[in-house]
């Protein structure tokens, strides 16, 4: 499976942003997508994964309420949808693929099997 990000970009704090993520080579049927991230200095953190399958969802605490993860089955692509957004949310954004999840795993970086190259959001205060 070939991810393929989209959709950072510069955004003043407060503001919206929404991130895709598109696969090429099969669908994401049977797969967990997840959304990690990961700022200057830090370490890669998870943001929000959904199962392709059904609407199980998990989202960070430090977005919840702010971001909202979504899937287009039609197009084979999952959303990032990222609203009220703060300075500490810049990072180059990453989606990834995880074969067959459970709940437990979703935010477990080394269980998702495909990485796509990541897209940069900067957050301006």
């Known amino acids: 499976v070939q991810l393929q990000a989209s959709g950072g970009g510069l955004v003043q704090a407060g503001g919206s942003l929404r991130l895709s993520c598109a696969a090429s080579g099969r669908t994401f049927s049977g797969y967990t997508v997840g959304w990690f991230r990961q700022a200057p200095g830090k370490e890669r953190e998870f943001v929000a994964a959904a199962r392709w399958a059904d609407a199980s969802t998990k989202h960070a605490d430090s977005v919840k309420g702010r971001f909202a993860i979504s899937k287009d089955r039609a197009k084979n692509t999952v959303f990032l949808q990222m609203n009220n957004v703060r300075p500490e949310d810049t990072a180059v954004y990453y989606c990834?693929?995880?074969?067959?999840?459970?709940?437990?795993?979703?935010?477990?970086?080394?269980?998702?099997?495909?990485w796509g190259q990541g897209t940069l959001v900067t957050v301006s205060s």
């Open positions: 990834a693929a995880g074969w067959s999840l459970i709940h437990g795993r979703f935010g477990d970086a080394p269980a998702y099997n495909y």
